[in-house]
């Protein structure tokens, strides 16, 4: 494979942002296997945004010839108040369920976890400390939305360390490229500001698309980039159940979430339904069949996510049609993973709250 196609599968959808583009083909053309980790908090159900969309983009990444982490951060759960702070139940949910579905979605990634990393590692502890020194109070509190947080919630001393431990993971795992969602984004900034400084290897940060949740977008202050906001504030979320495809949903319950789902006719900013169909169905497939009666002008295939998207906002394709397309795709790509998990009692515990 050629360095084009890698920049390729890299820079697709579901990716926003590549910090720098110039950097990665320099990158790719210098290391056949780049070292690559996304971090994840352990916390409740997986869902389309954090796993499929996440797990379509690691994909890709392996695809190119890139050695992919999933790093599932158990001390920043702990700190970020994930499972009320249950240390065992942290390590028995990344343990049985995360590490078991992105395995199973993204197979030969490899799965690590924080509290082997910062186990009897004096460098991690010391280099920690020398990042810190970099970097001001007011600038490390303007990463906290990294956790979902912002000075208005009442944070512990150990919620400030969050980005700075975030950024030293980074160095301690010697990583050529650093991949979140776009939330994940001011981190990523603050590593490639901070670590020329100290002489440290400074990372490609690749940045994939926040998937949005079915209701209609919002906004609540988490960021002071107006389009980010909104973004953040409307993605897919586990608090908000009933806005969220998790990867256990059934198909009749898929068409039923997406049945309620904010998609008014003819709009496609934030419009939830045409993201789906953009980041999820036209990443596995070139076309999409939307099934309609003779009435309403039959079957049509579109070839192109553009294609569809046009048709949605000039009117000749109606909401309810959308929608039934998608759930079908959805609930095609999420079989597999229901039926891994079926009978498992981990997720029997968690369904069950």
Known sequence: MDIEEKVGLVMRPPTEEVVTEEALRELLGREPHPKHYIGLEVSGLLHLGSLVVLGFKINDFMKAGIRCKVYLADWHSYINNKWGGDWDKIRQVARDYYADAFTFFCP????????????????????????????????????????????KDKLD???????????TDIRAMDLDIVHAGLDQRKVHMLAREVFPVLGWKVPVAVHHHL???LEEPRVTGMDENAALDRTISSKMSKSKPDSAIFIHDSEPEILRKIGKAWCPEKV???????????????????ALTVERPDKYGGDVTFSSYAELERAYSEGRLHPNDLKKSVAKELGTILS??????????????????
């Open 108 to 151: 030969g990634v490899e799965i690590a976890y924080g509290s082997e990393l910062y186990h009897d590692n004096d460098n991690y502890w010391r280099d920690m400390i020398v990042f810190s020194k970099q970097i001001t109070l007011a600038r490390d509190t303007r990463c906290l939305t990294i956790m979902g947080r912002t000075t």
């Open 157 to 167: 001393v150990a919620q400030y360390i969050y980005p700075p431990m975030q950024a």
């Open 211 to 213: 998937l949005a949740g």
């Open 268 to 286: 496609v900013q934030g419009n939830p339904i045409l993201e789906y169909a953009r980041y999820i169905a036209f990443h596995e497939t070139s």
């Open 336 to 353: 597999p993973v229901r039926k891994h998990f079926e009978g498992r009692k981990i997720i029997q515990e968690l369904l069950a709250g």
